[in-house]
């Protein structure tokens, strides 16, 4: 089945705690990103990635990073996270050959930073 | 990037046929209107795109008046599993783009 999958689902951490949160997909897509979803604000872009070894900061890229070392993995690093990180993070997925909007959202992840 | 304007909320019964409408109206030449659906704890999920008049899927209507400055997501015959939220965006197509979301509408579909 053609799926992003992101882990954990859920995380509740305290400030300064590093933690990585993962992304695969399986449709063999270039494109991946990261967005957070907060109320009020809509689902913003942190980073994306256009393919191994090339990324690039989103609206919202402050206290994260990520790494593209192979095509299925796109990681978000929080190296120092705090109470304002708390969210809802979606990693999402494209191919080039496609000539839509379409982009597989995972299923997200809740991050709760004390 | 055009900005889009979409009612807060609506509410619908099953059965009937829901008609979202989106307002863009600094919509540039080379825009394209997309359309996703989100379920509560779930990520969003692309329902159908357009540029101009009427596009038809499996799942929904796209209608495009001529001058594109708005747009309407028509889904037919709704159910209590159409509840959702839905987001009407606005940009150049392709599979290597940002997607910018806003509030979207909130979907209630009552028995």
């Known amino acids: 089945e053609a799926q992003v999958t992101q882990n954990p689902r859920y995380l509740i951490t305290v400030t300064g705690k590093k933690l990585t949160v993962t992304c695969s997909q399986n449709?063999?897509?270039?494109?991946m990103s990261w967005y957070r979803q907060d109320p009020g604000l809509g689902l913003r872009q942190i980073y994306y990635?256009?393919?191994?070894?090339?990324?690039d900061k989103g609206d919202v890229p402050e206290g994260y990073k990520v790494s593209r070392k192979e095509k299925r993995n796109f990681p978000l690093i929080l190296e120092s996270p705090s109470p304002n990180q708390t969210s809802l993070y979606f990693c999402?997925?494209?191919?080039?050959?496609?000539?839509?909007?379409?982009?597989?959202f995972g299923p997200g992840t809740r991050l709760t930073v004390l | 990037l055009a900005k889009t304007t979409q009612p807060i909320s609506m509410d619908s019964y099953e059965g009937q046929e829901v008609n979202i409408t989106c307002s863009h109206n600094n919509i540039a030449t080379n825009d394209y209107i997309t359309w996703y659906q989100q379920f509560p704890s779930q990520g969003p999920r692309f329902i159908i795109q357009g540029y101009k008049t009427k596009v038809t899927n499996e799942v929904a209507s796209l209608f495009i008046p001529a001058d594109r400055k708005s747009s309407t997501l028509s889904l037919p015959r709704v159910s209590l599993s159409d509840t959702a939220v839905y987001y009407c965006l606005v940009g150049i197509s392709g599979g290597y783009n940002k997607l910018i979301f806003g509030a979207g509408t909130r979907l209630a579909v009552h028995p």
């Open positions: 999402a997925s494209s191919g080039s050959e496609s000539s839509y909007n379409e982009q597989f």
């Open positions: 990635s256009m393919n191994v070894e090339v990324t």
């Open positions: 449709m063999n897509h270039e494109y």
